[in-house]
């Protein structure tokens, strides 16, 4: 027979803080981060210590970590939402029309546009879900799908080029505040709300819940389809400010723009330690992951490894991720049981 | 006491409902509940499974919205249609089985969706982290608040759901089933915290089966049956004997008949079988032409045993032999092979292709043997589903129609033809009256007495006690994962079974 004083002294160390295992897999992957610059850093230099090489290792993963982040607070709720890239696309087309259509535009109210698109596009996805009853990931397919048919229909073969964008918009993407890109500290401001948020505020809280167990939160009488749509709309309005970034760094939009992003942001959230069956992990995690997929992607070439293999590693890289989480949380779970069984 | 109690009955209910209805469909969870829980009080809610108590406790707690009947709070009308009403009107429910998220810690788990909040609706996690001290303290836990629920006893969850009503500061607490899986010591200190909270003037509703605790705790009890009200009154004013009485109401026997049966020699034989956390050292035979029932309260391990046997669920220690040749774990075709069938529990989820034909179901199991050279024939499979279905009067008009669309009895009737085609020796069945109506329930009774009388070797486990008691030539209580008891007809009475299936060791007042 357990007694209630037994556990909380016999259970191992491990995991007894909420996120202990959290915070050890976000060290984790800063460290594999720090392993992969150091490695590239040595075979080249450059790739660190040069004004482009420094830049690109802040300002590229930047855009991935604001969907990321997004992605992060949809799967702790356990759903997914593989719309974002199509939502970067419609964004990002979005700023470049703005600037051309409405000459001497303030760039404000240009990222509020492309913000709240985003958020509606979101809002449509959470309503569907929550309203429909139909699972994330079938709903965000058909979306990723619909919204990038949007794109292409008002697109068509129309591509807005950097001259079409005004030059202080597009200084915003090389800019440097004391040797850091400026969109890297934007996109770092972000996620320190968003982390902010999840972790301080009870709307925040409520993602873990409903992601831990969805019918117990319906018992607790949260409002479940209110928050699953509030994580839509802040996935989508994420998606949307990464749509603007898109536009001020790379300064040409077509209507593939942010075509495969949804699987970048996924597998970051992944590997920075969210599980996929939600109410675990952290958005600092997924933003580390964001870092890491795109640091890898651009060391593997440096390192020497061929294009052909660097997706593949990629895909180790987040199979692995899924399997330790899996392997760790059956090992947690034995050990309190047996911590519980020999009290 | 009973001054004390009449003189109670003059000032304002807490809660009232009267003549409430719910059903489901065809079925009728609740034909006529009444309650009445006076402040300061602890009422006691008694009944068989299945009288109703848990749909009741639903509509209390805003699960359910009821069809028909009055629902007063404080003398207030009340319609609640979500379970954040309910709470928000200070109703509080401890369920039987705890819902807690798995991933959070004990301390948000006990303020989640009501955390005290500060400076910009900041959580304030040391306001939280107090009251969980002052809680866990007056509740007398050193549970750590900081761990997460993982991995927790039952009876740990229970103490964090309690730790929430009380931080809830509820005005009608209502505990379904508390002690169910707590040890003497754990239920004394309940007990404490239970009439501390009835001095400071709260209602509380305490669901039980053990009468002692209904004793020991309560002023005043209310008895149900079939979905309806019979009584209420003062416990001083009663005995456990009249409380069976109305409980049960008609004759156990009469309404369960085995038929005689030559047993014959041992077909099922499960030697130590054991599952670290699940259940342990699980021995016992079930012979020829014997009815065995697995008696035991809900969630002592009793479903999760009959799938290891059967092969659907691991198990790490123990053997099953069938006919005395091993069973091979992990592996339900080689069990069906032996001989082994399993009704489960949840037909919807386990037992049926819910959106095939009965036809297509009863045969299910058996395609292979029904095939010629790999095929299957809409005649042939035709054929051998007739027979089933007439045999089991199954109500329907005709075999292709499809499964979702019975009633729960003829569901039932369904599966129970789909395992029968496969020849079985053994028969394991899970609850298998549940949910169905009585003029069903006792053709499925006969059924399995038939089986019996054919030499069939047959594990019920079941919770309704008048079926175990009417049906078993041999009970075996589960408590806890453990067999506590095991008792011969003729030695069984609810009593010994109720005392196996929830008293643990050690023994309170």
Redesign the interface.
Known sequence: MSTTTAPAAAAPAIAKKPGGIGRAREFGILAALVLVVIAATVKNPAFLFSSDGWRDLLLTPSILMLVAVGQAIVIITRNVDLSVGSVMGLTAYLTGRLFVDVPGIPIVVVVIAAVLLGAFLGLVNGALVAFAKVPAMVITLGTLYAYRGINVLWTGSDRINASDMPKDFLALGTQQILFIPVLTIIAVIVLALAAWYLRNIRGGREYYAIGSDPSAAELYGLKVTRRVLSAFVLSGALAGLAGVFYAARYGSISSQAGSGWELDAVGAAVIGGIAITGGVGTVWGAAIGAMLLMTINRALPILGIPDFWQRAVVGVLIIGAIVLDRVLAVRQRRQLIEARDES | MVDAASARSAPPTALELHRVVKSFGPVVALRSGSLTLRPGSIHALIGENGAGKSTLVKIMA??YRRDSGDFRLHADDVDFT???????AGIAVI?QEP???????VT?NIF????P?GFL???DRKAMRTEVDRIFRRLG????P???T????I??QQ?IEIAKAISLDASVLIMDEPTAAL?G??VDRLFAVARSLRDEGRAILFISHRFDEVFDLCDTVTVMRDGAYIDTTPIAETTVDELVRQMVGRDVTELFPKQEAAIGEPLLEVTALTR??VFHDISFTVRAGEIVALAGLVGAGRSEVARAIFGVDPYDEGEVRMLGAGVARRNPTAAMRSGLALVPEDRRKQGLVIDASVGGNITLAIRRRLSKWGLITSGIENRAAKEWASRLEVKTHALDTVASTLSGGNQQKVVLAKWLATDPRVLIIDEPTRGIDVGTKSEVHRLLSQLAGEGMGILMISSELPEVLGMADRVLVMR?GRITAEISRDDATSENVMFAATH?SELHS
């Open positions: 805003g699960l979500s379970t954040a009403q309910s709470k928000a369920y819902t807690l998220f798995p991933d959070l810690s948000e989640m969706g009501r955390q909040t609706g900041r959580i836990v050193t549970l750590d900081d761990r997460i993982e991995g927790l006893s009876a740990d103490i040890s010591v754990e670290p956390g806890e643990s």
